[in-house]
């Protein structure tokens, strides 16, 4: 399974695939992906910073959606007053 993961006051949203099931052209898991893509999309727009984070790398940051990374960390840009949820 892959995930991206949203960090927020709240803690985290994400939205997760199983990518050897999207190859398969599965529905459900090609679905989680564009819906991964267009919230990664709309939260760099808004200026977060996204990184690739795998178990024995250091976090890599990613200018690009990459479906195949396990996990994705989404860490929107800080400014203070909001205390909206994810």
């Known amino acids: 399974m892959a995930v991206l993961r949203i960090l927020c006051q709240a803690g985290d949203s994400a939205v997760e695939w199983d990518l050897a099931r999207a190859k398969r052209g599965d529905p459900e898991s ?18 977060a910073v996204a990184f690739a984070v795998r178990d024995s790398d250091p976090a890599e940051r990613l200018d690009a959606f990459d479906p195949t990374v396990e996990q994705i960390v989404v860490v929107p840009r800080i400014v203070g007053g909001s205390h909206g949820s994810c």
Do not use: S
């Open 30 to 47: 090609l679905a989680a992906i564009r819906e991964a893509e267009r919230i990664f999309a709309e939260q760099r727009r808004r200026g």
